[in-house]
């Protein structure tokens, strides 16, 4: 093979050849930073000429205009120490182009028979990429802020909702009080459990900060928590719990659910235990299955809506069937000796949970 380099000068004019082709910036100094060469790119990007590059030193050139602190920094104070030096930031106001963002990288060349140095130092033009990410981290503080603002003007909306809710659930109860008709009077409160109900299931979501997806387990625990504490009086005691697979729901699925269990353990206290019971109980059930799901509510009660309702469906049944339909799910209901069951069943389910007692 024929070696095409046969002399020192061919040698360098293959080395300048090369940093010539280098697109961006670039310097090869000795150890006392006095240009050797320099890139076409620099003397086009730089406006500066060969003549008062070449032999010179860096911090001289161009009027100072390298006489850059943290630039000094760099090759007097690291380079020393490192073969090399990646991604070293300058941004510095250079005559002719402007202020400019530069990565600086370094290199210290060694050689084996030699005591020189040599020290190559390559510059990208970085000020395009910083103004995007200081024009992107505008948009995404801008962003924020309105977010923020967002979630203000929704805690406000529900503290709202919540107060609306209790001043119509006391005038509701005020009047129920106040009425001498027994019809009217079991209206009125009936209407008032409805309003409860709806602050029960807002107050609870609430809680969750405007999630999209809510932790069913969690959520239904504490709604029939409240529902208990609330709905459920001294003289005549029912026990209300919950047994739920963990999964995460969606937030507007989660009101419609919360909505059909307060429906339904409404209907089952008013309902289910005419006489009393000793061991009252309500039981609420969640199960999954990939995306299909089942709830269902029972009670260990007399077995049987109310006689009163039995020609036509109550309030409470149509409102529980409508949000049934929405969710696409279908509502099943079964009444014997031991008690009452209604589930809202997502596609075709199988359940795991042992009968109720």
């Not at 003397?43 to 100072?64: E, N, S």
């Amino acid at each position: 093979m024929i070696d095409p380099i046969r002399s020192l000068d061919d040698a360098n004019i293959l080395a300048q050849a090369i940093v010539n082709t280098i697109p961006e910036p670039f310097l090869v100094m000795d150890e006392r930073f006095c240009v050797l060469a320099a890139s076409r790119s620099f003397y086009d990007i730089f406006q500066v000429d060969r003549d008062a590059t070449q032999g010179h030193l860096l911090f001289a050139l161009g009027d100072g205009q390298w006489n850059i602190p943290a630039l000094r920094h760099l090759l007097e104070t690291i380079i020393p120490d490192r073969v090399a030096m990646d991604n070293f930031e300058v941004e510095h106001d250079f005559p002719g182009i402007g202020r400019r963002v530069m990565l600086l990288n370094a290199r210290k060349v060694l050689y084996a028979e030699s005591p020189a140095v040599t020290i190559l130092l390559a510059f990208r033009d970085v000020t395009e990429r910083r103004g995007v990410e200081r024009d992107l981290a505008a948009v995404l503080e801008q962003t924020e802020e309105l977010l923020r603002q967002k979630q203000v003007l929704l805690q406000e909306m529900q503290h709202r909702v919540a107060n609306s809710l209790q001043i119509i659930a006391s005038i509701l109860l005020l009047k129920a009080r106040a009425v001498s008709s027994e019809e009217t009077r079991f209206h009125l409160k009936d209407a008032h459990q409805r309003v409860m109900s709806v602050a029960a299931v807002q107050q609870y979501l609430n809680a969750v900060d405007g999630l999209d997806q809510i932790e069913v387990h969690n959520y239904l625990e504490k709604l029939c928590t409240g529902l208990a504490s609330s709905m459920v009086g001294e003289g005549n005691p029912i026990a209300i719990t919950e047994q739920a697979d963990q999964g995460m729901i969606e937030s507007s699925i989660a009101v419609s659910l919360g909505l059909i269990v307060t429906e339904l353990v409404i209907n089952a206290i008013k309902y289910a235990f005419p006489g009393g019971k000793p061991d009252a109980a309500i039981r609420v059930s969640y199960e999954i299955d990939d995306k299909d799901w089942k709830l269902s509510v029972s009670d260990n009660g007399v077995g049987k809506k109310d006689p009163a309702n039995a020609s036509e469906p109550g309030l409470g049944t149509s409102i529980v069937d409508a949000l049934a339909k929405q969710l696409g799910a279908k509502v099943e209901r079964r009444g014997d000796a031991e008690g009452m069951t209604v589930s809202i069943t997502h596609a075709t389910f199988t359940s795991r949970l042992p009968k109720a007692a």
